[in-house]
C-alpha cells in the first residue's frame, strides 16, 4: 500500500529554518518523483518543489534560494530544508508521489496528509 | 510559468450538470489533471492526461479539453461531491507544475 506521512511542522518565529520530512512506504522514493505542495488554510493548492527520479530538482519561484529538496534512500524519506521563513510561509506542507507520461509534465497520484507550519512571532 | 484560471465557484442542485472550466496557455502540450479536496482533506486525484479516470473513480466525472481550456464534468451531481477541484498542469516545458486556483463547487 502507498503512504506518506509528513512531520516536521512547528510553530517558528520569522527567519528560523525548518526541516520537514516525508516517509514513505509502498514503493520506494529513489525511483520516483516526490513533490511538495503547500496550501495556506482556506486558500487555494501551491506547488513547492520536486524531486526526479534521476535527483534533478526543481524550485516555485518563492522557494527558490531559500528551500532545498533533498532525498535520503536508505531512510525512503524526502525531505524539504526550509530556510529564512517568512509569515506568507505559513500553511499546511503536503507531500505527494509524482508520476508523468513521457516527458509531459508532473502530477500527483498519492498525497500525505500534511504538516503545519506556522511562522509567527 | 504558466497560470491556471478557474472560475471561484458552481452552484448547482443535485442531479444537475456541473462544468469546472480551466484555461491556461500551456494547455495545448501539456497535460491537465483535476483534483477534488474535501475539507480537512488531502487532495485525490480524479482526472489524469485530460480526459482518463483513475481506478476508483466514478463515470459521472469526466475530462475533456480543447485548446488552451479544458473541463471537468460532473454529470448528476450528488451531495457528496461538494467539494473543492483544483486543475493541475505546469508551464509549457514542463518542468515547473501550476494549479489553478480551485473552484468551490456548492450542491444546494
Known amino acids: 500500500e502507498v503512504q506518506l506521512v509528513e512531520s516536521g511542522g512547528d510553530l517558528v518565529q520569522p527567519g528560523d529554518s525548518l526541516r520537514l520530512s516525508c516517509a514513505v512506504s509502498g514503493f520506494t522514493v529513489s525511483s520516483n518523483y516526490i513533490g511538495w505542495v503547500r496550501q495556506v488554510p482556506g486558500k487555494g493548492l501551491a506547488w513547492v518543489s520536486v524531486i526526479y527520479s534521476g535527483g534533478s530538482t526543481y524550485y516555485a519561484d518563492f522557494a527558490k534560494g531559500r528551500f532545498t529538496i533533498s532525498r535520503h534512500s536508505s531512510e525512503n524519506t524526502v525531505y524539504l530544508q526550509m530556510n529564512s521563513l517568512r509569515a506568507e510561509d505559513t500553511a499546511i506542507y503536503y507531500c505527494?508521489?509524482?508520476?508523468?507520461?513521457?516527458?509531459?509534465?508532473?502530477?500527483?497520484?498519492?498525497w500525505g496528509q500534511g504538516t503545519l507550519v506556522t511562522v509567527s512571532s | 510559468s504558466s497560470e491556471l484560471t478557474q472560475p471561484p465557484s458552481v452552484s448547482l442542485s443535485p442531479g444537475q450538470t456541473a462544468r469546472i472550466t480551466c484555461s491556461g496557455d500551456?494547455?495545448?502540450?501539456?497535460?491537465a489533471y483535476w483534483y477534488q479536496q474535501k475539507p480537512g482533506q488531502a487532495p485525490v486525484l480524479i482526472i489524469l492526461k485530460d480526459n482518463e479516470r483513475p481506478s476508483g473513480i466514478p463515470e459521472r466525472f469526466s475530462g475533456s479539453s480543447s485548446g488552451t481550456t479544458v473541463t471537468l464534468t460532473i454529470s448528476g451531481v450528488r451531495a457528496e461531491d461538494e467539494a473543492d477541484y483544483y486543475c493541475q498542469s505546469a508551464d509549457k516545458s514542463g518542468t515547473y507544475v501550476t494549479f489553478g486556483g480551485g473552484t468551490k463547487l456548492t450542491v444546494l
Open positions: 500551456a494547455l495545448p502540450v501539456q497535460f
Open positions: 505527494a508521489r509524482g508520476n508523468r507520461y513521457g516527458y509531459k509534465n508532473v502530477y500527483f497520484d498519492y
